[in-house]
């Protein structure tokens, strides 16, 4: 037979914590991982060894081991995913949320001179006035990520939407 696990070496565990575990290693809607974890906590506070856990668990020792060790030092906290490496953002949240609200803000709001914003115009816009140099399809990304997106500009045929359109337009040719 393995070796038991010293239920002192683990840790003292409160009766909340205890329940805690239970509630966890029972639960259907939390996520696998932790389910597991908490299931490797379950069997060794009821006394179980890891060869055992290893067999009805079907998990390597090595992993039994990892788990048991975050949770006897960390308790029920040690059992959550640590934070993982990887390529800090490249655009802080403060510069994110500048270009959401700049793409919120009517343009004529800013003395702009046109109604609407266009993926151009607010690249640009962000550049010159913000100092957010970025790229149209990361601006457009970004955007999309806040759960904002671009409408395709409609024309329609009838009156314009500029009263003075005719005007700056200039003569109409002689062939219309």
């Not at 006394?47 to 079907?58: C, I, K, Q, R, W």
């Not at 510069?95 to 109604?115: H, K, S």
């Amino acid at each position: 037979m393995g070796k038991r696990l010293d239920l002192a070496h683990l840790r003292a565990t409160a009766p909340e914590e205890r329940q805690a575990v239970a509630r966890l290693a029972r639960s259907r809607t939390a996520p696998a991982r932790a389910v597991e974890r908490a299931r490797v906590a379950q069997a060794a506070l009821d006394g179980e060894t890891v060869e055992e856990m290893a067999a009805h668990l079907g998990l390597a020792r090595h992993t039994i081991y990892l788990w048991l060790n975050r949770f006897a030092t960390r308790g029920l906290a040690g059992l959550d995913d640590q934070p993982r490496s990887g390529r800090p953002a490249t655009y802080t949240r403060e510069q994110v949320g500048e270009i959401v609200a700049t793409a919120l803000t009517d343009p004529q709001t800013l003395d702009l001179p046109f109604q609407s914003w266009t993926l151009d115009r607010l690249v640009s816009y962000l550049s010159e006035q913000k100092g957010i140099a970025m790229k149209r399809s990361r601006v457009n990304e970004v955007l999309l990520t806040e759960g904002l997106r671009w409408r395709q500009q409609e024309t329609w045929f009838g009156e314009r939407v500029d009263p003075e359109f005719a005007a700056k337009r200039g003569r109409e040719k002689p062939s219309t």
